[in-house]
């Protein structure tokens, strides 16, 4: 009965290797003609000046819908876009649109841009996204890049070049999904961030958990000392939000303020920016 179990083990094992070897196939073709046509698009994240309770700017997260009208997971396309060589344009097409998406919101509400660890190693990254600022006539203070930690072990000196440009032209960098990788804090020794972004995972359990609750607080102390601003994501409830505040936290970002919108939506949302007031 053990052998003929793992026999079924074993063929269900490879059917399901064969339907993932499937349906990477198929995301990989369907992917090409995407970028090639332009279908992947920016939806916008309110982000919220938690002292205020007014919104201070979006995150542009990347949505693709696919031909048979699923959605699919950024963390995937963009993964695959890696490994295809094509994220390079693909970023490019996104950034040009929420460039010229974010210059109708009022100043100074801010575009957060996410840009992938495999870019950071472009030498002529900085160039190109201070020429697609210029041409949509966004201020390069209203852009912020957001990068995760792993982007800059991989080629220090070129990443490093990178946003020290980025940096001189006015654009503003900050550092994503802050806590989960496992050189945060040389990270921040390293390079300079306007903007740390606490990961949700500590932002979920800081309510209920006392050691979560001393981290956050750790991480806005070190911001404090180091002149960095914070930002809390994944922030789902009132609770949640009001002890940010309660600590300093700059901004905060998460489902109780909205998930990612349309560019319609995000720009009626900009233009009443100084009467709305997002915190629960
Ligand atoms: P990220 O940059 O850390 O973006 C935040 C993710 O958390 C988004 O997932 C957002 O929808 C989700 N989120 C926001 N608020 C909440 C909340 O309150 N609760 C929970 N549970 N989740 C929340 P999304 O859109 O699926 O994106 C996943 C990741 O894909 C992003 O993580 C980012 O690393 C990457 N990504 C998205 N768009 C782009 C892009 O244009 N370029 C690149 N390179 N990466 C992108
Ligand atoms: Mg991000
Ligand atoms: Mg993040
Ligand atoms: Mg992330």
Redesign the pocket.
Known sequence: AAKQESRNGLRVFEASMRERQASRAWIELALREAVQNEVIAPRYQPQVDLKTGHLAGFEALARWRAEDGKMVPPDIFIATAERLGLIDRLSEQLLKRACRDAALWPAPLRLAFNLSPLQLSDPRLAERIIAIIHEAGLAPERLEVEITEGALIREAAVAQDTLDMLRAAGVRVAL??FGTGYASLSQLARFSFDMI?I?RSFIRRMVAEEKQLKIVKSILGLGQGLGIEITA?GVEEAEQAELLRSLGCHIGQGYLFGAAITPEEAATLASRKGEVVLAA
């Open positions: 994503d999904d972004k990961d994501e």
